[in-house]
T-cell receptor, first 115, second 112 residues
Framework: DAGVTQSPTHLIKTRGQHVTLRCSPI?????VSWYQQVLGQGPQFIFQ???????GRGNFPDRFSARQFPNYSSELNVNALLLGDSALYLC??????????????FGPGTRLTVT | QQQVKQSPQSLIVQKGGISIINCAYE??????FPWYQQFPGKGPALLIA?????SEKKEGRFTISFNKSAKQFSLHIMDSQPGDSATYFC???????????FGQGTTLQVKP
């Protein structure tokens, strides 16, 4: 079975530009979460979507937005890029959005560099 | 209250030894505690997870020990191998939110 897939693998953008990152969850999974991982740190939660609805939002500015499509794939959008947005963006897939036993499986990530 | 504190920051172990990584949390609403392994350039891979109603869970060479009263949990890697060299993250989550809070990570090096 295919795992979580993310595209693109790497991306270089200039300050002020906009970026769209894409994620396809594991087949059968209905929830997608997005995390930002800065070099040398643990992942930081950005959003969770379940059945196309936002279920959680982390402490990130409004420049960050996301959506989930009917096929459960998801997009993360970041506007007005800053140098500090340079990071590995991770997508995690889980079967359900809530429940004590749900497990999140991460994709390989998209490495975003802002110059 | 949302933090998860992980230690040590780095760890060097001889092949065949036991690697131990510790985490502590404050929020008693957390009810799910996974450990992830991450190799350079890759996404985190789920290793093992535990709920607070059990004190220990073992899967192969990996064991989680959980102390609910102390709000601490740890990962033990038995018979550590060079292939275990990676960064390990503990995390905590609440079933009500689906959000995982990660520790800062521990870089493990297993020497041959």
């Amino acid at each position: 079975d295919a795992g979580v897939t993310q595209s693109p693998t790497h991306l270089i953008k200039t300050r002020g530009q906009h970026v769209t990152l894409r994620c396809s969850p594991i087949s059968g999974h209905k929830s997608v979460s997005w995390y930002q991982q800065v070099l040398g740190q643990g992942p930081q939660f950005i959003f969770q979507y379940y059945e196309k609805e936002e279920r959680g939002r982390g402490n990130f500015p409004d420049r960050f937005s996301a959506r989930q499509f009917p096929n459960y794939s998801s997009e993360l959008n970041v506007n007005a890029l800053l140098l500090g947005d340079s990071a590995l963006y991770l997508c995690a897939s889980s079967f359900g959005g809530r429940g004590p036993l749900y497990e999140q499986y991460f994709g390989p990530g998209t490495r975003l560099t802002v110059t | 209250q949302q933090q998860v504190k992980q230690s040590p920051q780095s760890l060097i172990v001889q092949k065949g030894g036991i690697s131990i990584i510790n985490c502590a949390y404050e929020n008693t609403a957390f009810d799910y505690f996974p450990w992830y392994q991450q190799f350079p350039g890759k996404g985190p891979a789920l290793l093992i997870a535990i709920r607070p109603d059990v004190s220990e869970k073992k899967e192969g060479r990996f064991t989680i020990s959980f102390n609910k009263s102390a709000k601490q949990f740890s990962l033990h890697i038995m018979d550590s191998q060079p292939g275990d060299s990676a960064t390990y993250f503990c995390a905590a989550g609440s079933g009500n939110t689906g959000k995982l809070i990660f520790g800062q990570g521990t870089t493990l090096q297993v020497k041959p």
